[in-house]
């Protein structure tokens, strides 16, 4: 696993296109997914250090993709940020029993959050 | 008028012409007189005719329903849109209990409503609901007065049908969802676009391209805060905005603020004046909205206050914490006053622009202040400075507690059902304090509020939340008081389990039900509270069995348990001594090795799952081998969990604790 590749998942290219801008001028590599099933296949591919998970995709559900991240054997070790845009506690506390997590970012998110997200989780595994 | 005329001709003129050929005075007078009586008579038994038609009229063509209803609670009369509102006619009303109007189980809820209110405040205007023949439930906003027909008391109650309201209300809200998000991301990714390239880390940039750059971040900020405010005032005028109430103390949160914009007011050579009473002061109010009002307040006063001085005032009254910011500054004009706290007015500003502010600021302080059920006012002389001021509740632990509990029991009156009434208690050790609102992060009151929500998607309970405890309501009686209990400790400590990393967390609980433990909200809560126990006291009663073939982990283990506070602690050195130990005296945990000589951990557990009685003791398995689960799969589906050797001692605590 190297050191620092980061998987971000979201449908939205824009914002996937910005948050690896970000990220790569702080020296990670990034890899983009815009999808709930490309994201997973990337995952098992590039064996990233962290994944930063988008919950508001209308094509998978985000719970549903950290469930499957958790469940495989390639993907199950890897840090998740989960990032959402609602601010409610429900869905929260659902990701929390389903796949826990470990860190947390909402949208719209703040580049320096999303620095100090990224660097604690790596930091902590 | 022609009847009264025909009878005047008729009477009259010949009962004149008969008492005028006897020519006495008198007679005539009383003849004219008489007459007159008669027509003034019939003149006004034809005025309260017409009354009484165009009454009828109104009442009967009026588009609400109207309702009378007797002193005996019986229907006396009710118009036409009454019977469309019910689908049923009027004979099939007029004379049944008004009970057959409500949903059943709501009726005598609704009804005792209505005399309470009448009783109180003279009138009653609420939002219930009625129930059509067709057992259809329709939301309705009702009126109702006591009036007199004749000499009968009757109330009288005014109907509207809300259901369309709903739907608009409904898709209002539908939309400010979705708009909110709409417009938030692409904000968000032209905002960031143009921070990354002013970064550099789009590439080298001119000197103009900055300048430009620059002011059009400036413009996206203005245009989110716009947003932000004008999401605000809708949610906050349709009675939406979603406020998280606890606890807070003002003299900190004051402080604080004094503090944050201390740098601003050295920016403008202004006095930052506060004025707070000593000690702490609570209020219930929801912190980042108290925070958005002095925002907003502060921002105001810097803004118009060229020298001098801004104050920060707050004292107690009796149910309320009254506050207020003042400043030196150029003060409003009388005529503007009313207009202060309108949307989008900005008032005498000739450089509108300038200061980039969005006019909403005032109407959403207003809006925050009345969903808090406080008032905001100001007062202003031009030249002399203007003071805003505003009032917000105090907190009282017991008037929140007690008002949930108590409607809690009022509508478990209604339903005729039992009602079991849970206080959990928080407390947080070694809690690190943390600065970002991540919902995991290390705050005693978000950690309630997801216990809440954890405790609240059960579906069993309802809840309310206090500054350091949850009180979970769930319509059982005593006998399964007990076993709901139970359920919430395990709850609970799932969720101390997974947070234990961050911080340890103990918590109490104690419960009492209605109606055996009390009659009123207060008499639960003061049940309750005896009742009592701390989850740590009560596990440190426990039974613990230690089994494991190397005697010196046992001791190992029992002495550490010990140091932890359990005190009962008993040993085997193999299987077959532990099933006879458990025969003996049936432990609450057990803590368990697998590989041991004469009886393996694996047989041990089949023999347990199999007996009922032992069935459910919580086991540990502590094993330097991989545990291999098919082995006791047959037994028992749930997951037993291990932990390895050698033993991580925290990771043990953590099991123990939750399992017990």
Known sequence: MAKNKLLVIDDNAFIGKLMASRLTANGYDVIIATSGAEGLIKAEQEKPSAILLDFTMPDMDGVEV?????????????????????????????????FNPEAYLTKPFNPEKLLEEVKRVLKND | MTKVIRLFFFIFL???????????????????????????????????????????????????????????????????????????????????????????????????????QLNANGAFDNDIEIISTTGEIVPIQMTASRTKIGNKNITQSIARDISERRHLEALKDEFLGTVSHELRTPLTTVKETIAQTLDGILGPTTEQQREFLTLCLEDIERLVRIINGLLDISKIEAGKIKMTKEPVDMVALTSKLAYLFSSRAKETNLRLITELPQGSLEAYVDQDRVIQIFTNLLGNAFKFTEKGSITIHMEERARWIECSVADTGKGINPEDLPKLFNRFEQVGRAQFHKDGGTGLGLSIAKGLVENHGGKIWVESKPGEGTKFSFILPRYERDVIAISAISEAISMANVMHQPLSVFVIKLKGLNMHSSKDERPNSHNLHEILLEIENMIRANGKFSTTIGKEEIIAIAPVGKSEAA??????????????????????????????????????????????????????????????????????????LRHWLNRGGYKNIATATDGQEALEKIDQSVPDLILLDMRMPRMSGYEVIGRLKQNAKTQSIPILIISAYEVETEKFRQYTTNAIPSISKPVNMELLQKWVEYLL
């Open chain 1, 66 to 98: 950290g469930m499957k991240l958790r469940s495989h054997e390639a993907t199950k070790n890897i840090p998740i940020i989960m990032v959402t845009a609602r601010n409610e506690h429900a869905i929260v506390v659902k990701a929390m029993e389903s």
């Open chain 2, 14 to 116: 010949p009962a004149a012409a008969v008492y005028y050929l006897r020519s006495s005075v008198t007679d005539v007078i009383l003849v004219i007189g008489g007459t007159l009586l008669v027509f003034l008579i019939n003149a006004a038994k034809e005025e309260i005719k017409a009354n009484e038609n165009r009454l009828k009229l109104i009442f009967e063509n009026a588009k609400d329903a109207i309702f009378w209803v007797g002193s005996d609670g019986t229907i006396i009369n009710c118009n036409r849109s009454a019977t469309l509102l019910l689908k049923r006619t009027k004979p099939e009303l007029v004379g049944q209990p008004q009970t057959i109007l409500y949903p059943p189980a709501k009726a005598q809820h609704y009804i005792d409503l209505i005399d309470e």
């Open chain 2, 483 to 556: 076993g709901m209990q139970t359920q919430l400790r395990r709850m609970i400590k799932g969720f101390i389990f997974e947070a234990s990393q961050e911080a340890q967390i103990s918590f109490s609980y104690g419960h009492a039900s209605f109606p055996q433990d009390g009659a009123s909200g207060r008499d639960i809560l003061k049940k309750a509270d005896e009742n009592t126990a701390e989850e740590a006291q009560v596990q440190k009663q426990q039974n613990i069995l230690v089994v494991d073939d190397e005697p010196t982990l046992v001791e190992g």
